[in-house]
C-alpha cells in the first residue's frame, strides 16, 4: 500500500485475492487503520499475465501483462495465449492515473 497525495496503490502479485472487490475492501480497511483518505485508488497485479482494467467500488484494478515467455508448464496449463510485455503506468498524486504504456516485446 502507498498513498501518494490524493491516489491510494496497491501492488499485489494477484494469487489468492485479486478482485477489483477483494482489493478495494482490503485497501479501504487499511485506509481506516491508517486514518488514510484517497480520492483515487488503484491496485496494480500481475498473476494472471494479461492486460485487463476492471474498476469497482472506486477502486481500478489494473492487471499487468508479463514479460516471461510461455514455458512447458504454462503451454500445458492453458496460459500459452497471453504475449510477452509490460505496462508502464503514470499516476498522479492529485489527478490519479495518467496514463497506461502497453509495451510488447514480441
Same mark, same amino acid.
Given at each position: /500500500? $502507498?498513498? #501518494? *497525495?490524493?491516489? &491510494?496503490?496497491?501492488? =499485489? =502479485? *494477484? !494469487? *489468492?485475492?485479486?478482485? %477489483? ?7 479501504? *480497511?487499511?485506509?481506516?487503520? !491508517?486514518?488514510?483518505? %484517497?480520492?483515487?485508488?488503484? &491496485?496494480?497485479?500481475?498473476?494472471? !499475465? ?5 474498476? $469497482? &467500488?472506486?477502486?481500478?484494478? @489494473? ?13 500445458t496449463n492453458g ?5 510477452? %510485455?509490460?505496462?508502464?503506468? #503514470? /499516476? ?10 502497453? @509495451?510488447? /516485446?514480441?
Amino acid at each position: /500500500f $502507498h498513498v #501518494y *497525495g490524493r491516489t &491510494a496503490l496497491v501492488g =499485489h =502479485h *494477484g !494469487h *489468492g485475492e485479486k478482485s %477489483a472487490v477483494d482489493l478495494a475492501s482490503t485497501l479501504d *480497511g487499511w485506509l481506516r487503520d !491508517h486514518d488514510l483518505s %484517497a480520492k483515487h485508488r488503484y &491496485a496494480l497485479t500481475g498473476n494472471l !499475465h494479461h492486460l485487463q482494467v476492471h474498476e $469497482h &467500488a472506486g477502486l481500478t484494478l @489494473i492487471q499487468q501483462p508479463s514479460p516471461a515467455a510461455s514455458d512447458v508448464w504454462h503451454t500445458t496449463n492453458g496460459y500459452d495465449t497471453s504475449r510477452e %510485455a509490460t505496462l508502464g503506468a #503514470y /499516476f498522479s498524486g492529485e489527478e490519479g492515473l495518467l496514463a497506461l504504456r502497453y @509495451i510488447s /516485446f514480441s
